[in-house]
């Protein structure tokens, strides 16, 4: 009887606790990455210098580049300078406009990527997606999933507490995420990876259901361990469905409409999760989201990132157009102006409640 299986893409090595920046050299030596410290270290020329400060003499051999925001132009360039220097990896340590950049340098060139995360504002630290701002907005490019993730629980602590909330809203979506892969299955028979399903809801039912708050080493293990799941998930996928259904159509719509009002991406897909599960109908699991949201500092009505109940509906109207071809509850209800405004109006009635 043959054993059936498949290689799951994953990192070879994740490690999430306090104090795991200074132990980044001998990881890196531990598992063959890099035993001589040749390496190209991306970062941004703000609040990276300070950790450059704390690493560099742990890494004297490696050379530092600094990264100016989160462009494809700003990717290329990265790559044009690492090419033919003989690293054995480059390191993204930053957020994640950096570890989006050094994972598409990285990809460009052929090297493995490590991902040290300074904040855990966004799924995107694990994910084999690089999202960039380009000529014509933004778009999302297919790289390798990164050998390695370091998440130092101090660093995190010490970045604004706003990208951890973010963070937050990001993981919870999954579950809306899922049940929009779920209908386009029945409605449409869009195949469901059930592996990556579960691995995406087991993420962002960990971090719904936990009792703990941001202030809590435990609470943001099990956000982090979320995150780097979720990226996984993806991974298995091929792409990014276990994450991304109306939430993120919504949030997309927010920053194609108003790019110089938009939130957070955390923000903005935890509000879009609520109101997405109202519009299934399921009013019990968007009060649950919308109590969770709210007792970790997060929007659940637009008013409170700075957006009218007009600019929401449109945002709804909107957002089926930045994906085409992507089937969630939004394409399958297909809403009229007046309908989402209702909808919008009963789903703000039943989180008061």
């Known amino acids: 009887m043959p054993v059936l299986t498949r290689l799951i893409p994953s990192p070879v090595v994740v490690d999430i606790r306090p104090g795991?920046?200074?132990?980044?050299?001998?990881l890196l030596a531990d598992q063959r990455i890099s035993s001589g410290g040749r390496l190209a270290v991306a970062?941004?020329?703000?609040?990276?210098?300070?950790?450059r400060e704390r690493l560099a003499p742990l890494l004297p051999d490696a050379d530092w580049y600094e990264v100016a925001g989160g462009t494809i132009d700003a990717a290329v360039r990265l790559a044009d300078d690492i090419k033919g220097k003989r690293y054995d990896a480059v390191v993204g340590l930053g957020g994640g406009k950096i570890i989006d950049v050094a994972k598409y340098a990285s990809a460009r060139v052929g090297l493995p990527l490590v991902a040290v995360a300074t904040n855990l504002a966004h799924d995107g630290l694990c994910s084999p997606v690089a999202t960039l701002d380009n000529d014509n907005g933004r778009g999302s490019y297919g790289v390798p999933t990164p050998i390695a993730v370091v998440i130092d629980l101090e660093v995190i602590r010490e970045a604004p507490v706003r990208f951890v909330r973010?963070?937050?809203?990001?993981?919870?979506?999954?579950?809306?995420?899922?049940?929009?892969?779920?209908?386009?299955?029945?409605?449409?028979?869009e195949k469901v990876d059930g592996l990556a399903a579960a691995m995406a809801r087991t993420a962002g039912e960990s971090v719904l259901r936990h009792p703990g708050g941001v202030g809590d080493d435990g609470f943001l293990t099990v956000l982090a361990e979320g995150l780097?799941?979720?990226?996984?998930?993806?991974?298995?996928?091929?792409?990014?469905?276990?994450?991304?259904g109306a939430c993120h159509e919504i949030s997309h719509a927010f920053?194609?409409?108003?790019?110089?009002?938009?939130?957070?991406?955390?923000?903005?897909?935890?509000?879009?999760?609520?109101?997405?599960?109202?519009?299934?109908?399921?009013?019990?699991?968007?009060?649950?989201?919308?109590?969770?949201?709210?007792?970790?500092?997060?929007?659940?009505?637009?008013?409170?990132?700075?957006?009218?109940?007009?600019?929401?509906?449109?945002?709804?109207?909107?957002?089926?157009?930045?994906?085409?071809?992507?089937?969630?509850?939004?394409?399958?209800?297909?809403?009229?102006?007046?309908?989402?405004?209702?909808?919008?109006?009963?789903?703000?009635?039943?989180?008061?409640?």
């Open 20 to 26: 795991a920046l200074e132990d980044l050299p001998g």
């Open 43 to 51: 970062t941004s020329n703000g609040s990276g210098q300070v950790l």
């Open 166 to 189: 973010a963070g937050i809203g990001d993981t919870v979506s999954n579950i809306s995420a899922i049940a929009d892969w779920e209908l386009s299955h029945r409605v449409g028979g």
């Open 228 to 244: 780097v799941l979720t990226g996984i998930a993806m991974s298995i996928s091929g792409d990014t469905r276990p994450s991304s």
């Open 255 to 353: 920053d194609l409409l108003y790019p110089k009002r938009c939130a957070l991406h955390g923000e903005q897909v935890g509000l879009g999760a609520a109101f997405a599960m109202h519009l299934r109908g399921d009013h019990e699991e968007s009060a649950l989201f919308a109590e969770v949201l709210g007792r970790h500092g997060l929007p659940v009505l637009p008013g409170e990132i700075g957006f009218s109940v007009d600019e929401f509906v449109r945002a709804v109207e909107y957002a089926p157009q930045t994906r085409p071809g992507r089937f969630t509850i939004l394409e399958h209800l297909d809403l009229s102006t007046d309908q989402i405004r209702d909808a919008y109006a009963d789903y703000a009635k039943t989180i008061r409640s």
